[in-house]
């Protein structure tokens, strides 16, 4: 896979890490358990003949359950990850900065955006991801998301979500790959905007910060893990480890790349 290092929109999206850091690592690449996808799609939304744009795409481990759900997937990131593992170069990822505002303006639009955004642009990405979609939009995110001034201006005042749907079960984010065996204490929810059409007009239903509606997904950990999971699970930047493997052997992720 080519590897479109050192852009300007790149840079600019870099997190304060190490000046050596691995790019995964500057860029909060945190793939998505392909269950937790599942939970949206099973048991959220209704994905049967739509087009769906994921624009933070990483190694496609979101995408790849998108396209058994949907109609038409596009998948996308604003960088191109080096990969290893049995099925590299199974999967299309295209490179487009989704925080480029008119490139998202030229798009063709979407039913669905969905994605798993870096936390600190998600606010942006959700902008310029209700400019591509025509019928929703769904964000994962850390539920500590509803937290700051700042987005409750933002985002909560003008623009709250149709929906938040928190996980019970603990959603296991490791940055740089998928772990079968992954825990975390960290809580993640769906943040779902929907349209509505009303005497012919179509427009977005969003919720005031006195009215979010909540539904709390319930346990889909098990039932909603396949078998091609692993296949998954061996998608990864190169040289990492999951961090269960890590957890026995009492190293970390940052010593395997000194």
């Not at 998505?32 to 933070?56: H, Y």
């Not at 942006?124 to 700042?150: D, F, N, P, Y």
């Not at 009303?198 to 969003?206: K, V, Y």
């Not at 997904?217 to 998954?232: K, Q, S």
Request: overall charge neutral.
């Amino acid at each position: 896979m080519t590897v479109a290092s050192g852009s300007t929109a790149v840079m600019a999206r870099k997190r304060a890490v190490p000046a050596d850091a691995p790019p995964w690592r500057a860029l909060e690449f945190f793939p998505t358990p392909p269950w937790a996808t599942r939970a949206l799609t099973e048991r959220l939304i209704n994905l049967d003949g739509a087009s769906v744009w994921e624009p933070c795409a990483g190694l496609g481990h979101m995408a790849d359950v998108l396209r058994g759900a949907a109609d038409s997937v596009r998948a996308s990131d604003v960088f191109l990850y080096p990969v290893e593992g049995g099925d590299a170069g199974r999967y299309e990822i295209d490179a487009f900065d989704f925080l480029d505002e008119r490139a998202v303006l030229r798009a063709p639009k979407v039913d669905w955006v969905i994605t798993n955004p870096p936390f600190s642009q998600a606010p942006k990405m959700l902008e310029h991801a209700l400019i591509a979609a025509t019928k929703g939009v769904a964000m994962l995110l850390r539920i500590q998301w509803l937290e700051g001034e700042t987005r409750f201006r933002s985002v909560f005042t003008d623009k709250g979500p149709t929906l938040i749907a928190p996980f019970v079960e603990r959603v296991p984010m490791c940055e740089g790959g998928f772990d079968l065996e992954g825990s975390t204490a960290t809580l993640y929810a769906w943040f779902l905007w929907m349209r509505y059409s009303q005497l012919g007009e179509t427009d977005w239903q969003f919720r005031s910060p006195r009215a979010l509606h909540v539904t709390l997904i319930p346990p889909c950990r098990a039932e909603l893990t396949r078998p091609e999971d692993r296949i998954l699970a061996r998608r990864c930047v190169p040289g990492w480890i999951p961090p269960s493997k890590l957890k026995k052997s009492g190293a970390r992720q940052a010593e395997m790349f000194a």
